[in-house]
């Protein structure tokens, strides 16, 4: 490898020949070798689409001249548009607030239009020109906002798609009428379609939850500049980069009430990232319950049949697994604990600003990559071509001791509990002993003090999908 040197505050230092990236993004490249990862996607381009606005607005307001402006909104596009995305090489894990990350842009897009002007590197400054009116300080915070709302739609979408699909599964599944369970122990019937609807609402629920959290992250703080008093930055920058942005990204966005705020605190991103954290939990819970309703199928409860997508094990032949939803479980573990690290950064804060930001960076996007991805495949391949073993889980039912409880307003609590206990120490049903004890008349009504007919049993347990619907068995 060849390499040039480049001279910056400290000294000289030898970049890359081809890099686009100049000495302070090296210094960073050598400084934080860390993990190994790259920014993502989103933060890349969101930093680019500052760049582009803040060449176009202070151009307008005078401050930069328009030759320079024009070449460094053309290099910022060519950012945004994915071009450059290998000159992106600081670590997640690098020095405070993101300045590395803010660097590395701007010596990028310098480099880069000093090349559109038809020059050598350094016809357009990085700091003086690409960061005009800016400070790493505000641009990072502005920065994160805006790269998760780029993915807020398709997260949306894919979310959305999995609710969708699970409501699919509840009405081809109502007319199943299964055990419900509740501490792992049987409970009263259930449809399996309504189990289902509640996973789908529950997903549901979380899509609004997330899009509610999004709304925070509208409010952008750019034009700040260091501490928030806008130092170096036009009195005007501030709302018209704001309309900029919206225009360029789409967005619908919003000036800050309070610069100050807006530098100070991560809440925001912290808010968003509790609600991708809830969607995991939630995510987890539905996960579980598919593995234990596919458990077996010949020692489990083998109620759902989940799609075989690859072989189970490398050793017992003919052994499908639950993978999707394993897999889903991992994704949503990790999605929890980064916004564990969200969370501990956010409050890490002090005085006019928070250092920790590249942190929350890279573990808000990556939630929001695992979800997007980790949620889209279970839809794809479990949800949409699971099935129900109906003759299972009806056999599971009719086992069932707990249907006693529909007969609990004829003959009382204390009586169903004792059918209870000799139908399982006799390996019968509740209906057929509770049928042959009416016939003996050994059941009595709780309020009218007379015996219990057979037909009053099997009015009460006979139609098991009646016990689904709600109201008093057996009553008038």
Not at 58 to 74: H, K, S, T, V, Y
Not at 429 to 439: D, Q
């Amino acid at each position: 490898m060849t390499y040039r040197i480049e001279r910056d505050s400290l000294g000289e230092v030898q970049v890359p020949e081809d890099a686009l990236y100049g000495a302070q993004t090296q210094r960073a490249r050598e400084n934080f070798p860390i993990s190994g990862l790259r920014p993502w996607r989103a933060f890349i381009w969101s930093v680019a689409v500052i760049k582009r606005a803040a060449a176009q607005v202070n151009r307008d307001l005078g401050l930069l001249e328009p030759r320079l402006a024009e070449a460094i909104m053309q290099a910022a596009q060519e950012v945004i548009d994915g071009r450059w995305d290998e000159q992106f090489v600081v670590d997640p894990f690098q020095a405070g607030a993101g300045t590395s990350h803010n660097m590395n842009a701007n010596e990028v897009i310098a480099n880069r239009a000093s090349q559109i002007l038809g020059g050598a590197a350094g016809a357009v400054h990085p700091n003086d020109h690409v960061n005009m009116s800016q400070s790493t300080n505000d641009v990072i915070p502005t920065a994160i906002r805006l790269g998760a709302l780029w993915r807020l739609d398709e997260l949306l979408v894919t979310v959305r798609e999995l609710a969708g699909a699970l409501d699919q599964k509840a009405a081809a599944f109502d007319g199943i009428v299964k055990s419900g369970r509740t501490h792992l122990q049987d409970a009263v019937p259930v449809r399996l379609g309504q189990e289902f609807s509640g996973f789908a609402r529950a997903v549901e629920r979380d899509a609004e939850r997330i899009e509610r959290a999004a709304e925070g992250l509208r409010r952008l703080g750019i034009g700040g500049t260091a501490t928030g008093t806008g130092l170096n930055a036009h009195p005007q920058y501030h709302t018209r980069m704001v309309e900029l942005l919206a225009s360029l990204a789409g967005l619908k966005l919003y000036p800050s009430d309070n610069l100050f705020e807006s530098m100070q605190s991560m809440a925001d991103a912290a808010d968003f990232s509790a609600s991708l954290r809830t969607l995991a939990i939630t995510l987890t819970r539905i996960a579980n319950d598919f593995r234990l309703l596919a458990s077996g199928p010949s020692t489990g409860l083998d109620e759902l049949r989940l799609p075989a997508v690859q072989p189970g094990s490398s050793i017992m032949p003919g052994k499908v697994n639950p993978v999707l939803a394993e897999m889903l479980n991992m994704a949503m573990f990790h999605v929890q604990g980064c916004d564990l690290t969200v969370a501990l950064a956010a409050q890490a804060g002090q005085l006019e600003l928070n250092v920790m930001m590249p942190v929350i960076a890279h573990n808000l996007f990556e939630s929001m990559q695992v979800v997007i991805g980790a949620t889209r495949a279970f839809t794809e391949k479990c949800v949409r071509g699971l099935q129900a073993n109906q003759a299972k889980a009806e056999g599971w039912l009719e086992k069932n001791a707990i249907i006693v409880t529909a007969l609990n307003p004829v003959i009382g609590y204390a009586a169903g509990a004792q059918l209870v206990k000799e139908a399982l120490s006799s390996n019968r049903t509740v209906r057929e002993l509770a049928v042959e004890k009416a016939r003996a008349g050994q059941l009595r009504h709780r309020l009218e003090d007379r015996p219990i007919t057979a037909q009053e049993i099997e009015q009460a347990l006979g139609d098991v999908r009646r016990l689904t619907e709600g109201g008093i068995i057996g009553s008038a």
